[in-house]
């Protein structure tokens, strides 16, 4: 069989390529380039970030030395203006919304598992590979998505959206490896990338400030932070679009503290925050989903566990259809964070079920963003 490894730069996908190959696969590496800093970056004269910018010149290079110590071929290929428009845009607009998204998720979705096995196809390859812990299994008869054993680096979460019939054609060869165990094979081979650090942050920004990049495509503009207990303004924010609920750090307020993010109001331009006290308003009971991407046929109504956030436990959840095709979850035990604008992934055991984005957060049957503004109204009046 002739499979096409994606070749990061990293240390994971290495090892994968490595491991098909003494499988006894014919195996060709591939480099993705998405994001092209001298078009897409408009703080390209900053000297400040000139190093961040060579990040992926880097991995391009780490890559070849990688396929050159394996003995394998490694193609290039851009997907710039389709990162561009299909996942950044998508970001940008979600970020104005006041929404939290992860564009880890729609990266895999639009461009490593659609553009990128488009690519494969045109160079005859049926089948695709990545460094993802993940694995494939079956259920019914069918393809099906599966964590990792390494439940510490498990990746499932991110791979919720791509396309079911995707699941036919990819392959996850760190399935059963943990990260220890992919190092010290990098190691025994003398891979140029076994020490290299792993990525940190979103894909775009690399190690760089958020803020000060988000800043160039969505302006900062300053307000109030506003305590939930009594409505008092006790900081100002640096633009709501860069906080998240349940952000506790970079908030920069004196006093006593900690305070906690609970939400924000785009229109009014104003951050809400509670006291350590008070956590209360950070718990929902329950969520809905929309966009909802079904990778296991499963009957609803569903008991089964949900993730709404990497790397959080599980939590139980009921999960019903509503009228408009949303998915309703609750949890009547509560969850803490759960955040309009970010992915929830169902799973049955070891199954990803698929995933949703979270529409709303509910406490008590009403929508809690909603209580919380309803909540600051009084204190005005």
Request: proline share 4%.
């Amino acid at each position: 069989m002739k499979i096409l490894v994606g070749l990061s730069g990293g240390v994971d996908s290495a090892v994968a390529a490595y491991l098909l190959k003494e499988q006894g696969y014919e195996v060709t590496c591939a480099f993705m380039r998405n994001w092209d800093s001298a078009v897409n970056d408009d703080v390209l004269g900053n000297p400040t970030l000139q190093d961040d910018i060579c990040t992926q010149e880097q991995d391009y290079l780490d890559a070849q030395h990688t396929a050159s110590a394996l003995g394998l071929p490694l193609e290039r290929v851009d997907f710039i203006e389709e990162y561009w428009q299909e996942v950044f845009q998508t970001f940008l607009q979600e970020y104005r919304k006041g929404r939290t998204p992860n564009p880890d998720i729609l990266c895999n979705r639009y461009i490593k598992f659609d553009h990128f096995y488009r690519f494969a196809e045109s160079l005859g390859f049926d089948t695709l590979a990545t460094g993802h812990y993940a694995g494939i299994g079956t259920w019914e008869g069918k393809a099906a998505l599966l964590r990792a054993d390494d439940r510490n680096k498990d990746q499932s979460y991110f791979l919720c959206q791509i396309q079911r019939p995707m699941l036919d054609h990819v392959v996850f060869p760190l399935q059963h490896w943990s990260k220890p165990q992919v190092r010290q094979k990098a190691e025994a081979l003398h891979l140029p990338v076994a020490e290299k650090k792993d990525s940190t942050g979103i894909c775009f920004i690399g190690e760089r400030r958020f803020r000060q990049f988000l800043s160039n495509y969505l302006p900062m503009q300053d307000g109030p932070i506003r305590l939930i207990t009594d409505g008092r303004t006790v900081g100002r924010h640096h633009g709501v679009f860069y906080y998240t609920v349940g952000q506790r750090k970079g908030l920069e307020i004196g006093g006593t503290g900690p305070y906690f993010v609970i939400g924000k109001n785009v229109g009014v331009n104003e951050l809400y925050v509670t006291d350590e006290s008070h956590q209360d308003w950070l718990y929902s009971d329950a969520c809905d989903l929309e966009g909802f991407n079904v990778l296991l046929d499963v009957q609803m109504p569903l008991d089964c566990t949900a993730r709404f956030r990497y790397r959080q436990p599980d939590v139980p959840v009921h999960v019903e259809q509503q009228e408009d095709g949303s998915l309703l979850l609750s949890y009547p035990q509560t969850s803490r964070g759960v955040t309009p604008g970010q992915e929830a992934v169902l799973y049955l055991g070891e199954l990803v079920i698929g995933g949703g984005v979270i529409r709303h957060v509910y406490r008590e049957g009403k929508d809690l963003m909603e209580q919380i503004q309803n909540r600051m109204q009084h204190h005005e009046g």
